[in-house]
C-alpha cells in the first residue's frame, strides 16, 4: 500500500511557527541607515490626514491609557522571535482621541528617518496594533525605534514603523518605502506574503 504522507495542512492548529521562518532568540536589526537617536524630550507624535490634527509630546502620550502586550514577531528576512514583551498605546485609543474620519481607509507611518510604511485601517483597530513605547520592562533602544515604535505584530516586521512620530490618515492607499520597492503590499505572514509578486 502507497500511503502519500505529502500533503499536510497549510497550518497545523498548534503550529506558531509562519511558513518559511525559523525562531530565534536574538532580536537581530534592520534599518535602511543609521540609528536617529531621539531622545524623549524632543519626541512628539504628530496626528495629520483626515483627523483632528494633533502633536503630543512624550509627557502628554505617555500618559494615556498603557497596555501590555505578550505577542510573538516576524521579519521577513525569515526570523520569528516568540513572547516579546511590550508596553504600549493603542491604536483603537489614539484613532478614538483623533476622532478620524470614516473616510479614512488607511495610516500612513512616517518615522525620523524618512521612512514611511501603509496599513489598512482595519489592521489597527480591534486590539491588534499600539504605539509602543517600553521592550521587555525599559525603554525600547534606540536600535530597535525608541523612544517610540508602531507596533503591528500581526503583519510583518517592516510594518512595525521605529521612531514613530506621525500618522497620517488618509482615504486610498499610498505604498511606502519597502512597498514601492518590491515588498508585498500587505504582508501577512501566514500568506508568506513577502514580495510584491506573492
Ligand atoms: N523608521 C524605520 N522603521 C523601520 C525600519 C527602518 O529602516 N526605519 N525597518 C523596518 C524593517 S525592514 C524591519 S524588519 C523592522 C526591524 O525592526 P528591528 O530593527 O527592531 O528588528 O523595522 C521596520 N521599521
Ligand atoms: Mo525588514
Given at each position: 500500500?502507497?500511503?502519500?504522507?505529502?500533503?499536510?495542512?497549510?497550518?497545523?492548529?498548534?503550529?506558531?511557527?509562519?511558513?518559511?521562518?525559523?525562531?530565534?532568540?536574538?532580536?537581530?536589526?534592520?534599518?535602511?541607515?543609521?540609528?536617529?537617536?531621539?531622545?524623549?524630550?524632543?519626541?512628539?507624535?504628530?496626528?495629520?490626514?483626515?483627523?483632528?490634527?494633533?502633536?503630543?509630546?512624550?509627557?502628554?502620550?505617555?500618559?494615556?491609557?498603557?497596555?501590555?502586550?505578550?505577542?510573538?514577531?516576524?521579519?521577513?528576512?525569515?526570523?520569528?522571535?516568540?513572547?516579546?514583551?511590550?508596553?504600549?498605546?493603542?491604536?483603537?485609543?489614539?484613532?478614538?482621541?483623533?476622532?478620524?474620519?470614516?473616510?479614512a481607509t488607511h495610516v500612513i507611518a512616517h518615522s525620523s528617518d524618512g521612512y514611511t510604511t501603509n496599513i489598512p485601517i482595519k489592521d489597527l483597530t480591534g486590539g491588534k496594533a499600539w504605539v509602543a513605547v517600553e521592550y521587555e520592562g525599559q525603554d525600547i533602544p534606540a536600535d530597535h525605534g525608541?523612544?517610540?515604535?508602531?507596533?503591528?505584530?500581526?503583519?510583518?516586521?517592516?510594518?512595525?514603523?521605529?521612531?514613530?512620530?506621525?500618522?497620517?490618515?488618509?482615504?486610498?492607499?499610498?505604498?511606502?518605502?519597502?512597498?514601492?520597492?518590491?515588498?508585498?503590499?500587505?504582508?501577512?505572514?501566514?500568506?508568506?506574503?513577502?514580495?510584491?509578486?506573492?
Amino acid at each position: 500500500m502507497v500511503v502519500n504522507k505529502g500533503f499536510t495542512a497549510k497550518r497545523a492548529p498548534n503550529q506558531r511557527l509562519p511558513p518559511g521562518q525559523y525562531e530565534t532568540q536574538d532580536f537581530p536589526v534592520l534599518s535602511l541607515g543609521p540609528t536617529p537617536h531621539v531622545q524623549k524630550e524632543s519626541w512628539s507624535l504628530e496626528i495629520k490626514g483626515l483627523a483632528k490634527p494633533n502633536k503630543w509630546n512624550w509627557k502628554e502620550f505617555t500618559s494615556f491609557p498603557i497596555n501590555e502586550i505578550k505577542t510573538d514577531i516576524h521579519c521577513v528576512t525569515r526570523w520569528s522571535k516568540f513572547d516579546t514583551k511590550w508596553k504600549g498605546i493603542s491604536m483603537d485609543y489614539i484613532m478614538k482621541k483623533s476622532q478620524v474620519s470614516p473616510k479614512a481607509t488607511h495610516v500612513i507611518a512616517h518615522s525620523s528617518d524618512g521612512y514611511t510604511t501603509n496599513i489598512p485601517i482595519k489592521d489597527l483597530t480591534g486590539g491588534k496594533a499600539w504605539v509602543a513605547v517600553e521592550y521587555e520592562g525599559q525603554d525600547i533602544p534606540a536600535d530597535h525605534g525608541g523612544p517610540a515604535r508602531l507596533f503591528v505584530p500581526h503583519l510583518y516586521f517592516w510594518k512595525s514603523a521605529k521612531w514613530l512620530n506621525a500618522l497620517e490618515f488618509v482615504e486610498g492607499d499610498k505604498p511606502g518605502f519597502w512597498e514601492t520597492r518590491g515588498y508585498h503590499n500587505y504582508g501577512d505572514p501566514w500568506k508568506e506574503q513577502r514580495f510584491s509578486f506573492d
